[in-house]
T-cell receptor, first 114, second 113 residues
Framework: AQSVTQLGSHVSVSEGALVLLRCNYSSSVPPYLFWYVQYPNQGLQLLLKYTTGATLVKGINGFEAEFKKSETSFHLTKPSAHMSDAAEYFCAVSDPPQNEKLTFGTGTRLTIIP | DGGITQSPKYLFRKEGQNVTLSCEQNLNHDAMYWYRQDPGQGLRLIYYSQIVNDFQKGDIAEGYSVSREKKESFPLTVTSAQKNPTAFYLC????????????FGDGTRLSIL
C-alpha cells in the first residue's frame, strides 16, 4: 500500500512570506497526486492535482506544486501568504497508483502570523 | 448547484445505539467514499463504492456498515460494535477515471453521550 508523509504537522509563516508544505510518497510507479485544503468544521476542497504532463501544477488561490519523480515529492508552495490561507492542508496519492482510491497524509496545519 | 450533502451536521449517540449518517450527491458520480477523520491522523477510508449495489471495505471497516441502493446515496451506519465512534465523518464522490478528484461534503461530527 502507498504511504504519504507530510513533514511538519504545524507550519507558521508570516503574512507575505513564502509558504512551503512538504509531501513525499512511497511508490515506484508514479501515482496521481492531490492537494486538498480544509477549513474548520468543513469538508476538503481540491487545491490542485497532478496526473500526467507538466510537472509544475497550478491550482486555486495562488498555490502550485511540483512533481519530482526522482525525489518522490509533491511539495505545495505559494509565493506570498495571506491571512485567508490559514487552514489544514492534506496531500493525497492514488492507491494503488492510478486508482480511484486515495491515501491521505496526516495533514499540515498552516498558521499565518500577521 | 451540484454537490454533496451530508446530514446531520452534528449527531449524538448513546452507548449501544446504531446511528446512520446520510450522504447524497447530485454530481452524477459513480464512486462514493466514507472517511473518518481524527485529530493528527488524517483521513482513513471506511468503505467505498464504485457502482450501485456494490461496495468494498476500506482500512477501518469494523463496526461500520453501508448500502448503495441508489447512485445518489451512500448512507453509513455506525453500529454499537464500533467502540470509539467519536469522530468527524466525511463523505466524498468522484467521477469515472482514476485521475478524477474526489469531491467532499461538509462532514458530520458524531459524539457519544
Amino acid at each position: 500500500a502507498q504511504s504519504v508523509t507530510q513533514l511538519g504537522s504545524h507550519v507558521s509563516v508570516s503574512e507575505g512570506a513564502l509558504v512551503l508544505l512538504r509531501c513525499n510518497y512511497s511508490s515506484s510507479v508514479p501515482p496521481y497526486l492531490f492537494w486538498y485544503v480544509q477549513y474548520p468544521n468543513q469538508g476538503l476542497q481540491l487545491l490542485l492535482k497532478y496526473t500526467t504532463g507538466a510537472t509544475l501544477v497550478k491550482g486555486i488561490n495562488g498555490f502550485e506544486a511540483e512533481f519530482k519523480k526522482s525525489e518522490t515529492s509533491f511539495h505545495l508552495t505559494k509565493p506570498s501568504a495571506h491571512m485567508s490561507d490559514a487552514a489544514e492542508y492534506f496531500c493525497a496519492v492514488s492507491d494503488p497508483p492510478q486508482n480511484e482510491k486515495l491515501t491521505f497524509g496526516t495533514g499540515t496545519r498552516l498558521t499565518i502570523i500577521p | 448547484d451540484g454537490g454533496i450533502t451530508q446530514s446531520p451536521k452534528y449527531l449524538f449517540r448513546k452507548e449501544g445505539q446504531n446511528v446512520t449518517l446520510s450522504c447524497e450527491q447530485n454530481l452524477n458520480h459513480d464512486a462514493m467514499y466514507w472517511y473518518r477523520q481524527d485529530p493528527g491522523q488524517g483521513l482513513r477510508l471506511i468503505y467505498y463504492s464504485q457502482i450501485v449495489n456494490d461496495f468494498q471495505k476500506g482500512d477501518i471497516a469494523e463496526g461500520y456498515s453501508v448500502s448503495r441502493e441508489k447512485k445518489e446515496s451512500f448512507p453509513l451506519t455506525v453500529t454499537s460494535a464500533q467502540k470509539n465512534p467519536t469522530a468527524f465523518y466525511l463523505c466524498a464522490s468522484s467521477g469515472q477515471g482514476s485521475n478524477q478528484p474526489q469531491h467532499f461534503g461538509d462532514g458530520t461530527r458524531l459524539s457519544i453521550l
